[in-house]
């Protein structure tokens, strides 16, 4: 198909924007933009949006679910943004990396879930690992994350970066109700049958994510750190946009900035082992508007155009 037409629902927010910069240039596809007094007409929207090959949904939850149900041309395929259909039978889950079959299931897929900012770190470091045997399902895992403002979207973004000097705190720990909506999206994909406890935090810088999990290898019989780094550098061997990053496990550790990877698709794992006091923890940086959401709804799309074509 020549030029497939791709309209971006959303496409002055967070996401949206980003993956609309990702996209300037493309001579592979063209672009369906609606004038700003348009953007949020239900009519025009779905208008656009039966019209185009592609639907790539940058939106709040509800708008998502609404966009999606305007949808009568058979042919559109979308990729949602939002957490709407993460866990929703029928979507097949955009982490092409998953298993070895996720990037044909992405390519043929009508429906397609972008991954959370969050579980993608928290799927990825897991899901190799429980798939391997080496962490079992009922690990009682606990799951602390970092992340830049622009995670809470464009209210965040502006509140963070307000003239004046109204106070922000330089970190503000949240979902402490230990019910957040990630959570049993990152049951699902990483295949746990216990709940984790998710922690996540904004830090008052615009975006990157510093995600970390805590292991105690005396509860994990016959497993050495060593494994674990094996797991993963097999699993990602050949993976375009996920780096293993070599294990570290005596002397000086080095620091984890979670702006390291920003404006890129990429995704750093890391393993930091203390062999002595039996603990490994297992680490990922990536940039939350980029592996997190638009870079990966970008990685989405060329897979869709790369079966298109
Ligand atoms: N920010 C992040 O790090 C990540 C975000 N996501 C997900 O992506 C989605 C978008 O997030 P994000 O870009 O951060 O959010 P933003 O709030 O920055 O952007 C949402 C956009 O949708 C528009 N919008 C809201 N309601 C409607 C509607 N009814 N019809 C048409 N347009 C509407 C908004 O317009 P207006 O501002 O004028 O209301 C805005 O342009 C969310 O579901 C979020 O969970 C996923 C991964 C990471
Ligand atoms: C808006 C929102 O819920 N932001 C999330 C972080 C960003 C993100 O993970 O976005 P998704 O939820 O789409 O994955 C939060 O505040 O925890």
Redo the contacts with the bound molecule.
Sequence with gaps: MNQPLVFI??D?????LQIHARLQGRQDLRLLTLPETE??DPAR?SEAINSADIALL????A??RDAVATVRNRAVRVID???AHRTTPGWVYGLPELDQQQAERIARATRIS?P??YPTGAIALLRPLIAAGLLPTDYPLSIHAI?GY??????AVERHEQPGDSYLPALQLYGLELAHKHVPEIQQHAGLATRPVFIPGYGHYRQGIVLSIPLQLRLLPGVRAEHLQACLEQHYQGARHVQVMPLHQHGPAPTLDPQALNDSNDLRLALFANPEHGQVLLTAVFD??GK??SGAAVQNLDLLLAGLN
Aim: aromatic content about 0%; glycine content about 24%; hydrophobic content about 20%.
């Design positions: 629902d959303g002055q927010g967070t996401t949206g953007r949020k929207r940058c939106l709040p939850d708008a998502a943004a939002s957490s972008n959370g900012c992340s622009s995670g809470g979207g464009r209210a939350n508007l997190g959401a």
